[in-house]
Protein backbone atom coordinates (compact mmCIF):
# COMPACT_ATOMS: atom_id res chain seq x y z
CA UNK A 1 0.00 0.00 0.00
CA UNK A 2 1.17 3.63 0.04
CA UNK A 3 0.94 4.56 3.80
CA UNK A 4 1.43 2.67 6.93
CA UNK A 5 -1.65 0.32 7.78
CA UNK A 6 -2.84 -0.44 11.75
CA UNK A 7 -5.65 -2.55 12.44
CA UNK A 8 -7.78 -2.68 14.00
CA UNK A 9 -8.45 1.11 14.10
CA UNK A 10 -10.41 0.75 17.37
CA UNK A 11 -10.52 -1.74 20.09
CA UNK A 12 -12.55 -2.37 22.74
CA UNK A 13 -12.00 -5.55 25.37
CA UNK A 14 -11.99 -6.30 28.78
CA UNK A 15 -9.73 -6.41 31.52
CA UNK A 16 -7.92 -10.06 31.10
CA UNK A 17 -8.44 -10.74 27.78
CA UNK A 18 -5.30 -10.69 24.81
CA UNK A 19 -4.92 -8.59 22.27
CA UNK A 20 -3.34 -8.15 18.88
CA UNK A 21 -2.32 -5.05 17.14
CA UNK A 22 -1.20 -5.52 13.22
CA UNK A 23 0.87 -3.25 11.46
CA UNK A 24 1.71 -3.36 7.79
CA UNK A 25 4.87 -0.79 6.92
CA UNK A 26 5.50 1.00 3.59
CA UNK A 27 6.61 -1.44 0.92
CA UNK A 28 10.79 -1.93 0.94
CA UNK A 29 11.03 -0.41 4.99
CA UNK A 30 13.57 -2.21 6.93
CA UNK A 31 12.92 -0.55 9.88
CA UNK A 32 9.58 -0.58 12.07
CA UNK A 33 9.05 1.23 15.07
CA UNK A 34 5.82 0.67 17.65
CA UNK A 35 5.16 3.91 19.95
CA UNK A 36 2.10 4.28 22.62
CA UNK A 37 0.90 7.82 23.27
CA UNK A 38 -1.64 7.70 26.16
CA UNK A 39 -3.90 10.73 26.62
CA UNK A 40 -2.43 14.03 26.19
CA UNK A 41 0.69 12.54 25.99
CA UNK A 42 3.85 12.05 24.22
CA UNK A 43 4.82 8.93 22.49
CA UNK A 44 6.67 6.60 24.21
CA UNK A 45 9.06 3.97 22.55
CA UNK A 46 7.71 0.38 22.99
CA UNK A 47 9.97 -1.57 20.65
CA UNK A 48 12.10 -1.49 17.25
CA UNK A 49 12.85 -3.61 14.23
CA UNK A 50 15.39 -4.12 11.73
CA UNK A 51 14.18 -6.64 9.72
CA UNK A 52 12.94 -9.57 11.62
CA UNK A 53 14.91 -8.80 14.55
CA UNK A 54 14.36 -6.47 17.43
CA UNK A 55 17.89 -5.17 18.66
CA UNK A 56 16.30 -2.93 21.29
CA UNK A 57 13.29 -4.29 23.18
CA UNK A 58 13.75 -1.88 26.51
CA UNK A 59 10.65 -0.35 25.68
CA UNK A 60 8.58 -2.75 26.10
CA UNK A 61 6.45 -1.87 29.86
CA UNK A 62 5.78 -5.99 30.76
CA UNK A 63 6.42 -8.85 29.96
CA UNK A 64 2.69 -9.16 28.89
CA UNK A 65 3.98 -7.01 25.74
CA UNK A 66 5.44 -8.90 23.00
CA UNK A 67 6.12 -8.17 19.21
CA UNK A 68 7.16 -10.04 16.30
CA UNK A 69 7.95 -9.14 12.83
CA UNK A 70 7.89 -12.01 9.67
CA UNK A 71 9.28 -11.63 6.39
CA UNK A 72 10.34 -8.51 7.12
CA UNK A 73 7.05 -6.94 6.89
CA UNK A 74 4.11 -7.15 8.64
CA UNK A 75 4.32 -6.77 12.49
CA UNK A 76 2.03 -7.65 15.13
CA UNK A 77 2.19 -6.49 18.70
CA UNK A 78 0.24 -8.92 21.43
CA UNK A 79 -0.78 -7.60 24.84
CA UNK A 80 -1.67 -10.57 27.09
CA UNK A 81 -4.02 -10.14 30.26
CA UNK A 82 -4.58 -6.51 29.32
CA UNK A 83 -5.25 -4.04 32.09
CA UNK A 84 -7.17 -0.20 31.96
CA UNK A 85 -3.54 1.19 32.35
CA UNK A 86 -2.96 0.06 29.12
CA UNK A 87 -5.53 2.07 27.32
CA UNK A 88 -3.85 4.34 24.71
CA UNK A 89 -3.52 4.62 21.31
CA UNK A 90 -0.69 1.84 19.84
CA UNK A 91 1.51 3.78 16.83
CA UNK A 92 3.23 2.05 14.29
CA UNK A 93 5.72 3.61 12.03
CA UNK A 94 8.65 2.39 9.65
CA UNK A 95 11.13 4.10 7.71
CA UNK A 96 13.90 2.85 4.90
CA UNK A 97 17.02 2.61 7.42
CA UNK A 98 17.64 2.82 11.07
CA UNK A 99 19.29 6.08 11.20
CA UNK A 100 18.11 9.41 10.02
CA UNK A 101 14.74 8.73 11.68
CA UNK A 102 11.96 9.77 8.60
CA UNK A 103 9.44 7.97 10.16
CA UNK A 104 6.38 7.23 8.49
CA UNK A 105 3.15 6.64 10.39
CA UNK A 106 0.13 4.78 10.77
CA UNK A 107 -3.18 6.19 11.83
CA UNK A 108 -2.65 3.97 14.92
CA UNK A 109 -4.49 1.93 16.87
CA UNK A 110 -6.74 2.97 20.37
CA UNK A 111 -7.20 0.50 22.49
CA UNK A 112 -9.91 0.71 25.67
CA UNK A 113 -9.52 -1.73 28.50
CA UNK A 114 -12.70 -1.90 30.21
CA UNK B 1 16.44 12.92 33.23
CA UNK B 2 15.02 12.31 29.63
CA UNK B 3 16.89 12.31 26.66
CA UNK B 4 14.31 15.07 24.67
CA UNK B 5 12.57 17.44 26.74
CA UNK B 6 9.69 19.31 25.55
CA UNK B 7 7.46 22.07 27.12
CA UNK B 8 3.96 20.60 26.19
CA UNK B 9 2.05 23.38 26.88
CA UNK B 10 -0.74 24.11 25.89
CA UNK B 11 -0.14 27.00 23.95
CA UNK B 12 -2.86 29.36 22.58
CA UNK B 13 -1.93 32.42 19.70
CA UNK B 14 -4.15 34.65 17.68
CA UNK B 15 -3.84 34.30 13.99
CA UNK B 16 -1.01 35.95 12.50
CA UNK B 17 1.04 35.73 15.40
CA UNK B 18 4.74 34.26 15.19
CA UNK B 19 5.22 30.54 16.97
CA UNK B 20 7.94 29.46 19.17
CA UNK B 21 8.22 25.92 19.78
CA UNK B 22 11.47 24.49 21.86
CA UNK B 23 13.11 21.61 22.95
CA UNK B 24 16.61 20.39 24.68
CA UNK B 25 18.50 17.06 24.52
CA UNK B 26 20.98 15.68 26.58
CA UNK B 27 22.78 13.40 24.40
CA UNK B 28 25.73 15.45 22.93
CA UNK B 29 26.00 12.27 20.01
CA UNK B 30 22.54 13.62 18.69
CA UNK B 31 23.29 14.59 15.23
CA UNK B 32 19.37 14.36 13.44
CA UNK B 33 16.60 16.60 14.33
CA UNK B 34 13.23 16.81 13.61
CA UNK B 35 10.21 17.89 14.02
CA UNK B 36 6.67 15.92 13.63
CA UNK B 37 2.96 17.48 13.37
CA UNK B 38 0.44 15.63 14.55
CA UNK B 39 -3.22 16.59 13.99
CA UNK B 40 -6.01 15.20 16.32
CA UNK B 41 -6.47 11.61 16.09
CA UNK B 42 -4.13 11.12 13.23
CA UNK B 43 -0.45 9.52 13.25
CA UNK B 44 2.44 12.37 13.48
CA UNK B 45 4.06 13.15 9.62
CA UNK B 46 7.37 14.79 9.33
CA UNK B 47 7.04 18.86 9.25
CA UNK B 48 11.21 19.70 9.05
CA UNK B 49 14.07 17.47 9.42
CA UNK B 50 17.79 19.25 10.28
CA UNK B 51 21.22 17.18 10.29
CA UNK B 52 23.66 19.08 12.79
CA UNK B 53 23.57 22.74 13.60
CA UNK B 54 21.88 25.65 11.83
CA UNK B 55 18.85 26.63 10.29
CA UNK B 56 16.47 25.36 7.71
CA UNK B 57 13.86 27.66 6.19
CA UNK B 58 10.62 25.59 4.86
CA UNK B 59 7.88 27.98 3.92
CA UNK B 60 6.23 29.87 7.19
CA UNK B 61 8.37 27.32 8.81
CA UNK B 62 12.10 27.02 10.64
CA UNK B 63 13.83 24.90 12.22
CA UNK B 64 16.62 25.71 14.53
CA UNK B 65 19.58 23.55 16.27
CA UNK B 66 22.30 24.90 18.53
CA UNK B 67 24.21 21.99 19.26
CA UNK B 68 26.56 24.26 21.59
CA UNK B 69 23.26 24.55 24.37
CA UNK B 70 21.93 21.17 22.66
CA UNK B 71 18.75 23.17 22.22
CA UNK B 72 16.47 22.87 18.67
CA UNK B 73 13.67 24.86 17.74
CA UNK B 74 11.23 25.48 15.43
CA UNK B 75 9.27 29.13 14.26
CA UNK B 76 5.96 28.95 12.95
CA UNK B 77 5.15 32.93 11.25
CA UNK B 78 2.30 34.02 10.14
CA UNK B 79 0.44 31.06 12.45
CA UNK B 80 -2.78 30.00 11.14
CA UNK B 81 -5.81 27.95 12.36
CA UNK B 82 -4.82 25.10 10.60
CA UNK B 83 -1.36 24.99 12.06
CA UNK B 84 -3.71 23.73 15.33
CA UNK B 85 -1.72 20.50 16.07
CA UNK B 86 0.41 18.82 18.29
CA UNK B 87 4.49 19.06 17.74
CA UNK B 88 7.35 16.42 18.36
CA UNK B 89 10.53 16.97 18.51
CA UNK B 90 12.45 14.27 17.56
CA UNK B 91 16.55 13.83 17.98
CA UNK B 92 18.62 10.86 17.06
CA UNK B 93 22.19 9.77 16.49
CA UNK B 94 25.58 8.05 17.96
CA UNK B 95 24.83 5.27 19.29
CA UNK B 96 20.62 5.81 19.81
CA UNK B 97 19.88 4.90 16.58
CA UNK B 98 17.02 2.45 16.40
CA UNK B 99 15.14 3.73 19.94
CA UNK B 100 13.95 7.32 18.43
CA UNK B 101 13.22 9.32 21.42
CA UNK B 102 10.87 11.71 21.19
CA UNK B 103 10.07 14.83 22.88
CA UNK B 104 6.57 14.98 24.93
CA UNK B 105 4.76 17.51 22.70
CA UNK B 106 3.83 20.98 22.45
CA UNK B 107 0.11 21.42 21.93
CA UNK B 108 -0.97 24.58 19.76
CA UNK B 109 -4.02 26.22 19.19
CA UNK B 110 -4.17 29.51 16.75
CA UNK B 111 -7.32 30.99 16.85
CA UNK B 112 -9.01 32.91 14.44
Known amino acids: GAGVSQSPSNKVTEKGKDVELRCDPI?????LYWYRQSLGQGLEFLIYFQGNSAPDKSGLPSDRFSAERTGGSVSTLTIQRTQQEDSAVYLC????????????FGEGSRLTVL | QKEVEQDPGPLSVPEGAIVSLNCTYS??????FMWYRQYSRKGPELLMYTYSSGNKEDGRFTAQVDKSSKYISLFIRDSQPSDSATYLCLATGGTSYGKLTFGQGTILTVHP
Open chain 2, 27 to 32: NSAFQY
Open chain 1, 27 to 31: SGHTA
Open chain 1, 93 to 104: ASSLGAVTGELF
